[in-house]
Nanobody, 123 residues
Framework: QVQLVESGGGLVQAGGSLRLSCAAS????????MGWYRQAPGKQRELVAS???????YYADSVKGRFTISRDNAKNTVYLQMNSLKPEDTAVYYC?????????????????WGQGTQVTVSS
């Protein structure tokens, strides 16, 4: 089993910044792609940014130039630095990871989700 724990959400005024963190734990052999998704009330969950184990990053058009995703492979942690926040960034942010783990001596592939952290941007 693999667990993802997010932190860093909160309330911020428009134009402000927040940094989200997500730490993975469990019987991990390798963490492949890690990403951040968000879901606003009444909307579908959407991919915000992702990063491969080699450091290649993808960003949704709505956050390009404002958000930066990074990871620390030694700590099994992914970060999302969010700058110039807008009210439309308000959502629950979820961490996601593709992980190769081991259970009972058997390698398995997991796609794991964190519990979510609320980000609220006031105008």
């Amino acid at each position: 089993q693999v667990q993802l724990v997010e932190s860093g959400g909160g309330l911020v005024q428009a134009g402000g910044s927040l940094r989200l963190s997500c730490a993975a734990s469990g019987s991990i052999i390798r963490i492949n792609t890690m990403g951040w998704y968000r879901q606003a009330p009444g909307k579908q969950r959407e991919l915000v940014a992702s990063i491969t184990s080699g450091g290649n990053a993808y960003y949704a058009d709505s956050v390009k130039g404002r958000f930066t995703i990074s990871r620390d492979n030694a700590k099994n942690t992914v970060y999302l630095q969010m700058n110039s926040l807008k009210p439309e960034d308000t959502a629950v942010y979820y961490c996601n990871a593709d992980v190769t783990g081991v259970t009972g001596g058997v390698y398995r592939l997991y796609n794991s989700w964190g519990q979510g952290t609320q980000v609220t941007v006031s105008s």
